[in-house]
């Protein structure tokens, strides 16, 4: 009893110090951020605000320098909502119209297409961006919100086909059958039956989707104008425009206020993420 009590009390103290690993960098930023210039001068990072203010917030979310331009991360959190709800949302869609094809609808071919779309899964991202540019600017879509949606609908669909794919393999072919011999066609099965079924790997993609989405940069920086830039753009030129005295809490606060959207989906659903995978996202 002792021996498991002291496995028990080994097992405790590695996952508290890992979790302490990964949230003292939140806590030095939120701390940092709820403190004035004042504080920052004379107490030290791990120090807790002895009046916390919100001044930090407000400025980088309405008045601090993104270059040029003083008008914050406001606008730029406003392209990427404008941005990521479409691109999730049709990503998904059509990775789960790819992953219903190829499980359920097999034809001649189907795999060797289903393994040459596996290769963008794994395609690093700088080899699509002279390419991507170029049919950007034949559609007239270059430097443009909808330019860059494009690209990340693009780019998603080979993991949200790999994730439905691999789902749908394990829903019982005699389901698709027997709803053919009832008279339903193609787009009856997947709307009434496959896609009821598939509320597990559908969070999974979805918030899979909206991570990438929401914190990707280096598309965002290639591809977007100066009226489309994304979350992560303007939290890069806010941290490197250069000022009389560095404001680490405004730079606290930015950060913050990038990452809440992904932080908060975590929080509401991760425990959703967790059980989708389990249920046959990573399978097969």
Not at 44 to 55: K, Y
Request: aromatic content about 14%.
């Amino acid at each position: 009893m002792n021996r498991l009590n002291f496995h028990r009390f080994i097992l405790w103290s590695m996952l508290l110090l890992f979790a302490a690993w990964f949230l003292v960098p939140l806590y030095v930023m939120l701390s940092t951020s709820l403190k004035d210039a004042e504080q920052l001068r004379t107490g030290n990072l791990l120090s807790l605000p002895t009046a916390p203010t919100l001044d930090a917030w407000f400025k980088a979310w309405g008045s601090a320098c993104t270059g040029v331009q003083c008008e914050g991360l406001k606008p730029f959190f406003w392209n990427s909502v404008l941005l990521v709800v479409p691109a999730v949302l049709l990503s998904t869609l059509l990775g789960s119209l790819n992953g219903y094809v190829l499980s359920k609808w097999k034809f001649r071919g189907s795999e060797t297409l289903f393994a040459f779309m596996l290769f963008g899964v794994f395609m690093p991202m700088q080899v699509v961006l002279l390419p991507m540019s170029q049919v950007l600017g034949w559609l007239g879509v270059s430097s443009s919100i909808w330019g860059l949606m494009l690209v990340h609908v693009v780019a998603g669909i080979p993991s949200t086909t790999l994730f439905f794919r691999n789902y749908y393999i394990g829903l019982p072919d005699e389901l698709i059958k027997a709803a053919q011999l009832d008279g339903a066609g193609f787009w009856l099965i997947f709307r009434r039956i496959v896609m009821p079924l598939s509320l597990p790997i559908l969070v999974v993609t979805l918030i899979w989707q909206f991570t990438n989405i929401w914190n990707d940069f280096l598309y965002g920086v290639v591809f977007s104008g100066a009226d489309s830039k994304p979350i992560t753009v303007g939290l890069n030129n806010l941290a490197n425009t250069s000022s009389a005295v560095k404001e680490y809490n405004v730079d606290m606060a930015a950060a913050l206020i990038a990452a809440l959207p992904t932080l908060f989906v975590y929080v509401v659903a991760g425990k959703y993420f967790v059980r989708g995978l389990t249920a046959g996202a990573v399978k097969g």
